[in-house]
């Protein structure tokens, strides 16, 4: 990596570029479908519970030759109804 | 005593399959073990070059298949070793001539009198990638620490753990040092990390392959080649025997820039 402009390394290019590759070739998901997927979940949780959709992260994460899908989903208004 | 099958392949060309079966081959029968290669890049074959046969070829392996020739008058003896064999792929035909059954006919007549049937697979996971892996006891997959040919070794990974073929072991190919050193190229264990398979080698850039393979005379025969010691080892690992992985490391200093400059390491 360069001092100066830190720019990644082509190795680090590589291997980044590599495990979202991979990824999608494995579960053979687009990002456009992984987008559909995120909204149908966003709208089925907020049948039960109050949620803010636009903090909501969805993910694909490897381990090995293992695929699994990842949702960080934080609650909305819960400090304050403790608060209250 | 039962051969065991090997397969070779990669889904991406050039990244040395063909290299690899010529020298794991010549190693085994350094070692004694009787071989039998077969060119399975029907239509496109190169085996018979790089081992330096192909001034023998009389029958190919669709000559086989039709009832041409006997499977022993398809087996070309190698010009070093009495008990290396390669059966050549038919150059004038297409990968339909060949089905999965054919190969695991083939194979089958084989295996009483080897040690090891070693397929060379085309690229691609059409048809003759599926007729290569018929057979197969076991996969090697051949890649470069490179973005297209992991990711095409990583869908060839994909498609034999589909066809319950197993996990196969990887080879890395071509590795550079230098490049990995300055961060230039994924290192073998960046390609390991993605592709999440078991290694069985990595074999370090070296001139002496294109030499060898210009020859026909696979590098392995070279006691100097490092790209020949990794094979060999490779060959080590394949009769199940534990051999440490080979020290890639740059050195650092005059002696490793002297060493770069000349091209040794």
New interface residues.
């Given amino acids: 990596?360069s001092w100066f402009t830190r720019k990644p390394?082509?190795?680090?290019s590589?291997?980044e570029?590599?495990?979202l590759?991979?990824i999608h070739?494995?579960t053979d998901l687009t990002p456009a479908e992984l987008e559909a997927l995120k909204d149908d979940l966003i709208k089925a949780i907020s049948r039960h519970i109050d949620i803010d959709p636009s903090a909501v992260q969805i993910g694909l994460e490897?381990a090995?030759?293992e695929q699994r899908l990842v949702a960080d989903i934080p609650l909305k208004g819960v400090a304050r109804r403790r608060a209250g | 005593m039962t051969a065991q099958v090997i397969t070779v392949t990669s889904g991406k060309g050039g990244v040395g399959k063909t290299t690899a079966v010529a020298n794991l081959a010549n190693a085994l029968a350094m070692d004694g073990k009787r071989v039998v290669c077969i060119d399975g890049d029907i239509g496109l074959r190169n085996l018979d070059v790089v081992m330096g046969l192909e001034n023998r070829i009389v029958y190919d392996i669709v000559d086989v298949i039709e009832g041409r020739c006997k499977l022993r008058q398809a087996m070309i003896r190698d010009k070093h070793y009495p008990e290396l064999y390669l059966i050549p792929a038919a150059q004038t035909r297409d990968k339909n001539a060949v089905s999965p059954s054919d190969m695991v006919r083939i194979c089958a007549d084989l295996r009483p009198d080897a040690d090891f049937v070693i397929i060379d697979s085309p690229a691609g996971i059409e048809r003759g990638f599926r007729n290569s892996i018929a057979a197969a006891d076991r996969v090697l997959v051949v890649t470069n620490p490179e973005v297209s040919a992991v990711r095409d070794a990583d869908r060839v990974v994909g498609i034999l753990e589909a066809e319950e073929k197993g996990t196969p072991s990887l080879i890395i190919n071509r590795l550079n040092p230098v490049l990995v050193k300055n961060n230039d190229m994924l290192s073998a264990e960046d390609v390991l990390d993605l592709l999440g398979i078991q290694l069985i080698g990595i074999v370090p850039e070296d001139e002496s392959v294109i030499i060898g393979s210009n020859r026909g005379a696979p590098v392995v025969a070279d006691a100097k080649s490092r790209a020949g010691q990794a094979f060999r080892n490779i060959s080590k690992r394949l009769q199940g025997q534990d051999v440490p992985f080979m020290d890639l490391d740059v050195q650092n200093g005059l002696w490793g820039a002297i060493q770069r400059f000349t091209g040794r390491k």
């Avoid at chain 1, 390394?9 to 680090?12: C, H, K, L, Q, R």
């Fill in positions: 990596m390394s082509a190795a680090e590589a291997k570029r590599l495990q590759v991979l070739d494995r490897r090995g030759r």
